[in-house]
């Protein structure tokens, strides 16, 4: 799976952090950080995370034969 993030729309607002720790986490200055390829098993998450997201700058792209954000 494949995530992207716009950085121009990205407040951190910390929403995408809490729905999936595993992926989206703040680096020692409060910017978002995360994992730009992610293990399919992490989907669901990812998907909550965009979706949780205030500003829509999160957008997940699955894996062939999987379901997207």
């Known amino acids: ?21 595993e992926i989206f986490s703040f680096d020692d200055e409060d910017y978002l950080v995360y994992e730009a390829t992610a293990s399919d098993d992490l989907l669901a998450k990812a998907e909550k995370a965009a979706a949780v997201c205030p500003v829509r700058a999160i957008q997940v792209h699955a894996a062939a034969g999987q379901g997207a954000a």
């Open 1 to 21: 799976m494949q995530i992207t993030v716009d950085m121009n729309l990205c407040e951190s607002h910390g929403q995408c952090v809490f729905a999936a720790p």
